[in-house]
């Protein structure tokens, strides 16, 4: 998918009419459609795991929340961002986790239990954590309507996913002969809408883009270092290490691109973060997979 992207953002701009002329409305619809995906393939079981294991979604959760989004909003006083290309890398530190990282994980031979739940988790507490978090970080910038973002989050997150898990529950023959085929569309899916993001925005972006992709990139592997951290500190496994690392470190910048779009119209930049971490997660979520692979651990921790 990193490819994907990769290759539809540079085509988007070298040749922004390519998917300019899509407009930024069809994005959160695409983003609702990998919401309901996702509900088609999550289990009973993976919610299970939020209340079998709590101990350890606990730790995964408030270092997510606290991480990400304090990263993001260091890293834009560090480089005296443009104060709309600061509300969109703090847009991308308050979100929940990312679909992806659970591919990543399991690629890592992480614990892909922990990824899922962590995810589903993070997902669940999102329509309350991610307003109020971009109001504490973000208020002093712009107006921060945290009820309106509290119900987009909800409309497209929480309702999708909650009728894809109707459907797996009623449907579930069909549900089977769809799923197959998710992956792939949901691959399309993001390309296209970082795809769109950057047509928009092709100017602005040659105009500021390496001092963006250059933050995005930091936000992005410091996450990732600092969830590794985390958990060899509290001595925890490393498979559960690995998972932490994965799940702090990427996030779900499709959202934080739906709620640029919708709630910081006015600030046109703020949808650019999201739409480089959408392609550059992708890619360091691979490499740091492969890194897990070839690297193992000699030591193990008892927790």
Same mark, same amino acid.
């Given at each position: 998918?990193? $490819?994907?992207? =990769?290759?539809?953002?540079?085509?988007?701009?070298? *040749?922004?009419?390519? %998917?300019?002329?899509?407009?930024?409305?069809?994005?959160?619809?695409?983003?609702?459609?990998?919401?309901?995906?996702?509900?088609? +393939?999550?289990?009973?079981?993976?919610?299970?795991?939020?209340?079998?294991?709590?101990?350890?979604?606990?730790?995964?959760?408030?270092?997510?929340?606290?991480?990400?989004?304090?990263?993001?909003?260091?890293?834009?006083?560090?480089?005296? =961002?443009?104060?709309?290309?600061?509300?969109?890398?703090?847009?991308?530190?308050?979100?929940?986790?990312?679909?992806?990282?659970?591919? !990543?994980? @399991? =690629? /890592?031979?992480?614990?892909?239990?922990?990824?899922?739940?962590?995810?589903?988790?993070?997902?669940?507490?999102?329509?309350?954590? +991610?307003?109020?978090?971009?109001? %504490?970080? /973000?208020?002093?910038?712009?107006?921060?309507?945290?009820?309106?973002?509290?119900?987009?989050?909800? @409309?497209?997150?929480?309702?999708?996913? $909650?009728?894809?898990? !109707?459907?797996?529950?009623?449907?579930?023959?069909?549900?089977?002969? *769809?799923?197959?085929?998710?992956? &792939?569309?949901?691959?399309?899916?993001?390309?296209?809408?970082?795809?769109?993001?950057?047509?928009?925005?092709?100017?602005?972006?040659?105009?500021?883009?390496?001092?963006?992709?250059?933050?995005?990139?930091?936000?992005?592997?410091? #996450?990732?270092?600092?969830?590794?951290?985390?958990?060899?500190?509290?001595?925890?496994?490393?498979?559960?290490?690995?998972?932490?690392?994965?799940?702090?470190?990427?996030?779900?910048?499709?959202?934080?691109?739906?709620? &640029? $779009?919708?709630?910081?119209?006015?600030?046109?930049?703020?949808? !650019?973060?999201? /739409?480089?971490?959408?392609?550059?997660?992708?890619?360091? #979520? /691979?490499?740091?997979?492969?890194? @897990?692979? $070839? @690297?193992?651990?000699?030591?193990q921790y008892s927790a």
């Amino acid at each position: 998918m990193g $490819v994907l992207v =990769l290759m539809v953002a540079a085509l988007s701009l070298i *040749v922004p009419a390519s %998917l300019a002329w899509m407009g930024t409305w069809v994005i959160n619809p695409m983003l609702g459609i990998i919401m309901f995906g996702m509900g088609l +393939t999550l289990k009973a079981q993976d919610f299970k795991i939020v209340l079998s294991r709590p101990k350890d979604i606990l730790i995964g959760c408030l270092t997510q929340f606290t991480v990400m989004p304090l990263l993001a909003w260091g890293l834009t006083k560090a480089f005296s =961002l443009l104060q709309e290309l600061a509300i969109g890398v703090i847009l991308v530190g308050c979100c929940p986790g990312g679909t992806a990282s659970n591919v !990543i994980t @399991y =690629l /890592a031979k992480g614990d892909l239990a922990l990824s899922v739940g962590m995810t589903a988790a993070s997902t669940v507490l999102a329509p309350v954590l +991610t307003p109020l978090l971009i109001w %504490l970080l /973000a208020g002093t910038m712009v107006d921060v309507h945290t009820s309106a973002m509290l119900l987009s989050i909800v @409309y497209i997150v929480i309702l999708p996913i $909650v009728c894809g898990l !109707i459907c797996q529950r009623f449907l579930s023959k069909m549900t089977q002969r *769809v799923t197959p085929y998710l992956p &792939a569309f949901s691959s399309i899916a993001v390309a296209l809408t970082v795809g769109i993001v950057v047509a928009h925005n092709a100017d602005r972006l040659m105009t500021a883009g390496w001092l963006v992709v250059l933050i995005v990139m930091l936000h992005n592997l410091l #996450g990732l270092g600092i969830g590794y951290l985390v958990g060899r500190l509290l001595r925890l496994q490393r498979p559960k290490c690995v998972a932490l690392s994965i799940e702090v470190g990427m996030q779900n910048s499709g959202l934080a691109t739906s709620l &640029a $779009v919708m709630h910081f119209a006015a600030f046109p930049l703020a949808t !650019i973060p999201g /739409a480089v971490f959408s392609v550059w997660h992708n890619i360091s #979520g /691979a490499i740091m997979a492969r890194i @897990y692979q $070839v @690297y193992p651990s000699s030591r193990q921790y008892s927790a």
